[in-house]
């Protein structure tokens, strides 16, 4: 079975540049979470759907960011314009109402904004 | 206080040995516990969801204990490919919100040869 799966897996852009991160679930998982790592923030959740639909944005960082996800196998999740600060790892996971909510991960988007 | 806390370490422990490490968690309502390996520059993966009777995989052995609000990861004659970062994750036991995970820190292994 395919996990999940994120493109691109590296990005390097200058500040002030639109990104824009994908990210495909498992299918048949009805939640996806968007996630960012940094060393000195750990993993934070960012916003996450339930049947297309999100359901909580606040961590969300500022109105920058912005996600989206047209139908059950795709969604993106954007930043414009881009900063320095927002150079992190931002990972997809998505996870079923049928299991015992375990999340599963994608690769991850290694994102460099110079 | 943090919602969900870990030892970041580093563990540094001889191949071979028995190393354990701890996860307190701040939400006595909270329902699924979870054990998640990082490899560095790799994403998390999903090492044991921890039930409330513990269970064990192999050399890994899970357990929560809801009184003093922690869960605990053993993992029995280490392995150098058991080093990595290990994060513990926890739902944040309100009903609406129960697909969410609360992340801890991680802690960080290093096994040696």
């Known amino acids: 079975d395919a996990g999940v799966i994120q493109s691109p897996r590296h990005e390097v852009t200058e500040m002030g540049q639109e990104v824009t991160l994908r990210c495909k679930p498992i299918?048949?998982?009805?939640?996806l979470f968007w996630y960012r790592q940094t060393m000195m923030r750990g993993l934070e959740l960012l916003i996450y759907?339930?049947?297309?639909?999100?359901?909580?944005d606040s961590g969300m960082p500022e109105d920058r960011f912005s996600a989206k996800m047209p139908n059950a196998s795709f969604s993106t999740l954007k930043i414009q314009p881009s900063e320095p600060r927002d150079s992190a790892v931002y990972f997809c996971?998505?996870?079923?109402?049928?299991?015992?909510?375990?999340?599963?991960f994608g690769p991850g988007t290694r994102l460099t904004v110079l | 206080r943090k919602e969900v806390e870990q030892d970041p370490g580093p563990f540094n422990v001889p191949e071979g040995a028995t190393v354990a490490f701890n996860c307190t968690y701040s939400?006595?309502?909270?329902?699924?516990f979870f054990w998640y390996r990082q490899d560095c520059r790799k994403e998390p993966k999903l090492l044991m969801s921890v039930y409330s009777s513990g269970n064990e995989d192999g050399r890994f052995t899970a357990q929560l204990n809801r009184a003093s609000q922690y869960i605990s990861l053993l993992i029995r004659d280490s392995k150098l490919s058991d080093s990595a970062t290990y994060l513990c994750?926890?739902?944040?036991?309100?009903?609406?919100?129960?697909?969410?995970?609360?992340w801890g820190a991680g802690t960080k292994l290093i096994i040696k040869p």
């Open positions: 299918s048949g998982h009805d939640y």
């Open positions: 939400n006595s309502a909270s329902q699924s």
């Open positions: 994750a926890v739902s944040p036991g309100v009903m609406d919100s129960n697909y969410q995970l609360i």
């Open positions: 759907f339930n049947n297309n639909v999100p359901i909580d």
């Open positions: 996971a998505s996870s079923s109402p049928d299991g015992y909510n375990e999340q599963f």
